[in-house]
């Protein structure tokens, strides 16, 4: 369907605006989903604090290149939807992790780093990397479990200095 000058005018100023805070955007294929999913997914998104927008493929580059994007743009066949936010890889956990029980409806199928393109395998690499809950957890495990070794090192030392007094 074809959209007015002036509407295209006012989606280009809402990406340039909505994407100036966004550490990471992904492109999502959406093609095969239904409302319900979308909304599912819309939601799921907005908790964990990514905005999602469908816009035209254009459209989208022409925001993209006027916040001075470099690289190669990928492949963005079917619909495509964007995903943004603040934190660098909560938008492509986010579709990345609504993906896995959607395979055959929806893909991240590229996306923005940094102010440099990634292709579809750098994205889903991007998705595999724990939020910083989870690295900030995975750090205090390795201080604790270290914490644990010195600790028990030293009572068996003490142990074998008693020993050795007695």
Known sequence: MAISKTKKGE???????????AETVAFVNFHGLNVKEVTTLRKELRDAGVSY???KKTLVKRALDARGVTGTQ??????????WSGDAVASAKGVHEF????KDKIALVGGVYQGKYLSKEEVI???????????RSQF????NNSIGGVVRALDAKAK???????
């Open 11 to 21: 989606i280009l100023e809402k990406l340039n605006e909505s994407l100036k805070g």
């Open 53 to 55: 927008y469908v816009a």
């Open 74 to 83: 990928p492949e963005l066949p079917g619909e495509l939807a964007i995903a």
């Open 99 to 102: 993906a896995k029980t959607r």
């Open 125 to 135: 690499t991007l998705a595999a990397i724990p939020s910083m809950l989870g690295l």
């Open 140 to 143: 205090v495990g390795m201080l």
């Open 160 to 166: 074998q200095m008693e020993g050795a007094a007695a």
